[in-house]
Structure formats: C-alpha cells, structure tokens
C-alpha cells in the first residue's frame, strides 16, 4: 500500500466516502487513515467525528458482518466470533451481533449442511471416517461441539 499525504480535511473526505461505500469497523477505517500518511492525534479526530456523524459504528458493523457470513457463508458462530475478534471488535458487539442470528434459520442452515456433507459422503463405508468428516467439517464451518457433537452421535442410528 503506497503512502499518500492528505491533509485530514482531505482524508476526511475520503474516508467518508470509504464507510458510505460498506460497513466498515474500527480497525479497517484507522489502517486506512494511517495509510493516508495521517498522524495518531489526526487519525483518533477523524475517528471521532465518523462515529460522532454515525459513518462509523461498530454494533452495527458487527450485526451487518456476523449476518452476512451467516447468510452467504454459512458461518457458525464460534467462526463469526473469531473473525470479529480478529477486527478488534468488542465482546460486547460480537455477543449483540450473534443473538440477532435468528435462531430456528441458524438450526435449519446447520442441519442442511449435514444433508449435505452426509450425501457428499454417500461412498464411505467406514462409520467412524464418514463421523470423523462431517465433525471436522461443521468445526470447521464453526458450528459449536455440543451441536456438532449431537449430530454425530445420531449416525449409525439412523
């Protein structure tokens, strides 16, 4: 990323520009200001006066990011957790964004992602590799161990 120099009323600007475009969180819109070859007493009146003109918040940068991976991506929610965390989101926002992922169409994208790994899987013989992927898959996905736990549990007795 090259450096330029903007004056903060040109990185101003900008930045508004940056935030209208998508929702963006705390960290992003300070890198990018930072980027702007902006000082740290430039940069936090900047960040100040987007949040102070509702550019920037981070609740609902979290309830925007943790919906739209939950939607698109099929994200569990120990996955939208930890990438909410990598953005230096609070526990706050993240426990805020999480209870706005509707419970029964959480339930019903997990329980389709089982269908499908277990079709996908159709082949398989062995009882214990067929348990062993769909464990890592829906982990992986970020699904919690309990639920995944559950649903591994009911295979072989089906």
């Not at 214990?128 to 992986?140: A, T, V």
């Amino acid at each position: 990323m090259s450096l330029q120099n903007f004056t903060p009323q040109q990185a101003m600007l900008k930045i508004k520009q940056y935030c209208a475009y998508q929702e963006r969180c705390h960290a992003e819109v300070k890198d990018k200001l930072y980027s702007f070859g902006l000082f740290k007493k430039e940069v936090d009146q900047i960040i100040a006066d987007l949040i102070a003109e509702n550019y920037l918040n981070e609740e609902r940068f979290a309830i925007h990011f943790a919906g739209g991976k939950f939607r698109m991506k099929q994200w569990g929610k120990n996955k939208i957790k930890q990438a909410l965390k990598q953005k230096q989101i609070s526990d706050y926002c993240i426990k805020k964004a999480l209870k706005e992922i509707d419970g029964s169409n959480y339930k019903k994208t997990f329980e389709k992602l089982v269908e499908q790994k277990m079709k996908a899987q159709k082949s398989e013989k062995n009882i214990f590799i067929k348990k062993k992927k769909l464990q890592d898959f829906l982990l992986m996905k970020g699904y919690e161990s309990d639920l995944v736990n559950e649903e591994v549990r009911k295979i072989g007795k089906k």
